[in-house]
Nanobody, 123 residues
Framework: QVQLVESGGGSVQAGGSLRLSCQASPYTYNSACMAWFRQAPGKGRIFVAKIYTVGGMTLYTSSVKGRFTISQESANNTLYLQMNSLKPEDTAMYYC????????????????WGQGTQVTVSS
């Protein structure tokens, strides 16, 4: 069974940067897509960014476009989220997700999820 582990969260001031990482196990597993979601206190989990393994097409929610960059290292199934110009509204638990089916990737209902890493942005 595929497992995902996030890391890189922390506390920063507004305008600062963080880079989140997510590693899938086993490292030989080739996902069709990987994505980041986040959940703020008292709010539901929402989509942040997604990347397709083949072709590398990316999608972002409008609130992070231009500030966040999703990328991947396909050789070891590692996903990254570079977050720049952070705002207090970015404060949330960030979750990594992965899917082995391209068709399922298009639906947004990914099959595998990590445990989350906390990001806190102070004003």
């Amino acid at each position: 069974q595929v497992q995902l582990v996030e890391s890189g969260g922390g506390s920063v001031q507004a305008g600062g940067s963080l880079r989140l990482s997510c590693q899938a196990s086993p490292y030989t597993y080739n996902s069709a897509c990987m994505a980041w979601f986040r959940q703020a206190p008292g709010k539901g989990r929402i989509f942040v960014a997604k990347i397709y393994t083949v072709g590398g097409m990316t999608l972002y929610t409008s609130s992070v476009k231009g500030r966040f960059t999703i990328s991947q290292e396909s050789a070891n199934n590692t996903l990254y989220l570079q977050m720049n110009s952070l705002k207090p509204e970015d404060t949330a638990m960030y979750y990594c997700a992965a899917e082995s089916s391209v068709s399922v990737c298009r639906t947004g209902s990914l099959h595998y999820w990590g445990q989350g890493t906390q990001v806190t942005v102070s004003s």
